[in-house]
């Protein structure tokens, strides 16, 4: 029996991509600064520093409406300015892809939100100084 720990590496997402997988994958490189990293029919591998998201031939509402995941980074202010550049609609405005707004948080971060084509929730966030 081994007596060493496991050390975790990096969390890769396995996400639904909507409708159109390819549009998706615009969506991700195009207003989120993700890059293609692998693509085939079925599914396609983004990276934007060190998150990879994988992006799947999936069409299900439901699974897009229930799937959300944080991503924590150094200067979120800096990221919101750079996705309200990019023209992604404030949440309330469709039922599309959609920006939220910067909020600070009881547990100590500053974050915001975006829904992506399918409907999945990724928020950003940075941890405030204690």
Same mark, same amino acid.
């Not at 599914?43 to 060190?50: A, F, K, P, T, Y």
């Not at 949440?91 to 009881?106: R, S, V």
């Given at each position: 029996?081994?007596?060493?720990?496991?050390?975790?590496?990096?969390?890769?997402?396995?996400?639904?991509?909507?409708?159109?997988?390819?549009?998706?994958?615009?969506?991700?490189?195009?207003?989120?600064?993700?890059?293609?990293?692998?693509?085939?029919?079925?599914?396609?591998?983004?990276?934007?520093?060190?998150?990879?998201?994988?992006?799947?031939?999936?069409?299900?509402?439901?699974?897009?409406?229930?799937?959300?995941?944080?991503?924590?980074?150094?200067?979120?202010?800096?990221?919101?300015?750079?996705?309200?550049?990019?023209?992604?609609?404030?949440?309330?405005?469709?039922?599309?892809?959609?920006?939220?707004?910067?909020? #600070?948080?009881?547990?100590? #971060?500053?974050?915001?939100?975006?829904?992506?084509?399918?409907?999945?929730?990724? #928020?950003?966030?940075?941890?405030?100084?204690?």
């Amino acid at each position: 029996m081994s007596k060493s720990t496991p050390i975790f590496g990096k969390l890769t997402p396995m996400l639904p991509a909507g409708k159109d997988l390819q549009t998706a994958a615009t969506f991700y490189e195009q207003k989120l600064g993700f890059e293609v990293t692998y693509q085939d029919n079925g599914m396609v591998i983004l990276q934007r520093s060190g998150v990879e998201i994988m992006l799947l031939n999936n069409d299900d509402p439901h699974t897009a409406a229930q799937t959300s995941l944080r991503i924590q980074l150094s200067d979120v202010t800096a990221l919101y300015d750079e996705y309200q550049l990019q023209g992604i609609a404030p949440f309330h405005q469709n039922e599309g892809a959609g920006l939220g707004t910067i909020q #600070t948080t009881p547990w100590g #971060t500053r974050e915001f939100a975006v829904r992506d084509l399918a409907g999945v929730c990724i #928020t950003f966030y940075e941890r405030l100084s204690q």
